[in-house]
């Protein structure tokens, strides 16, 4: 699971059928969190641009967005209340 801050949407107005009525946003992971790329992860949550939100990778994130047979790779299981409040060990 990672941390990371909204930055933007992705409309795909083609997709899997899996897919069909997901929402997609562009995550910027936080610094130690990943590998400093931006990713795709679908939102069923309704997060919105600017928001820090927990995000669930891998073959989890099929399960957290309610769809184990979807291809998903990262999914928003989460927003962050205080994001002052995150504490990231060296």
Not at 7 to 29: A, D, H, Q, Y
Not at 69 to 80: L, S
Request: proline share 4%; glycine share 12%.
């Amino acid at each position: 699971m990672i941390i990371g801050k909204v930055v933007g949407t992705v409309i795909s107005t083609r997709k899997n059928s899996e897919l069909v009525g997901s929402k997609f946003m562009i995550i910027e992971p936080m610094d130690k969190m990943g590998n400093g790329e931006r990713i795709v992860a679908v939102d069923n949550i309704g997060a919105g641009i600017k928001e820090i939100v927990l995000v669930a990778t891998g073959s989890s994130a099929r399960y957290a967005c309610g769809n184990p047979q979807a291809p998903v790779d990262a999914c928003i299981v989460g927003i962050v209340d205080d994001p002052h409040k995150i504490v990231i060990e060296k």
